[in-house]
């Protein structure tokens, strides 16, 4: 389970929650981003979420139900490489764009990962691998949790998140053009989990390029890191 959320206001904000359970997970910043890492067993620390100096956030939100045409298949690329290669800069959003729109994203074998992009200009993409990709330009808001934007509610699944979505939705709906970094903490607590539990909630200011985060739910202990614009 996750949320993530783009907003454009007089700032553009982008906020994060990792509802994660039974992985060993830590936030590690450096100077070109602060990356959510998950120790992989083959693979080791990947960053999967998170935001760099560019201006660039990453969220991956497992889809609910589970969509068999995200199964890998010949020439295609991998979600997880296609978010880490934007996350560490290897790719420009733009570059991720065309890759996505390409249509040829897959997710691992039994499971559907989604990616929640968007860049300095607030622009944002939704990849759902084997559905497609939907693109944004500069939304007023847009949210994503752990269903198909394709399918809605047309299938249900108990950690999908569509409660999630509508509570943060009408949270944004009142929302006016001071909405900040901590309007969007306001939201993402009100959508934390305990059962899957939220153990990462971030928040990105992308107009002053600061990432704030807080662990384990426990939003009066927030941190901050810096980059230069």
């Not at 990453?58 to 880490?84: A, F, H, Q």
């Not at 200009?121 to 939704?126: K, L, Q, R, S």
């Not at 009408?170 to 309007?183: G, H, N, P, S, Y």
Request: one cysteine or more.
């Amino acid at each position: 389970m996750c949320t993530s959320i783009v907003v454009n206001k007089t700032k553009t904000i982008a906020g994060f929650n990792l509802d994660l359970l039974g992985m060993e997970w830590r936030v590690r910043p450096d100077e070109h981003g602060v990356y959510i890492e998950i120790n992989d067993a083959a693979e080791g620390w990947m960053p999967l979420f998170g935001a760099n100096d560019r201006g660039d956030f990453v969220g991956m939100p497992t889809c609910w139900p589970y969509d068999k045409r995200s199964d890998p298949r010949e020439d295609s690329l991998n979600v997880i490489m296609l978010d880490i290669d934007l996350l560490t800069g290897k790719k420009t959003f733009q570059e991720t764009k065309e890759i996505a729109e390409a249509g040829r994203i897959c997710s691992i074998p039994g499971t559907t990962f989604m990616s929640a992009l968007s860049d300095a200009e607030g622009n944002v993409m939704h990849v759902i691998p084997g559905q497609g990709c939907l693109y944004y330009e500069k939304p007023e808001y847009r949210i994503m949790t752990n269903f198909s934007p394709f399918k809605g509610n047309s299938e249900t699944h108990p950690w999908m998140g569509w409660d999630r979505y509508q509570k943060a939705e009408e949270m944004l709906k009142q929302a006016d053009d001071t909405f900040d970094v901590r309007d969007c903490f306001e939201i993402l607590q009100a959508v934390s989990q305990t059962v899957c539990p939220t153990v990462v909630s971030m928040v990105f200011d992308v107009t002053e390029r600061t990432v704030y985060w807080c662990e384990n739910r426990n939003y009066s202990d927030i941190r901050k890191v810096g980059f230069s614009v």
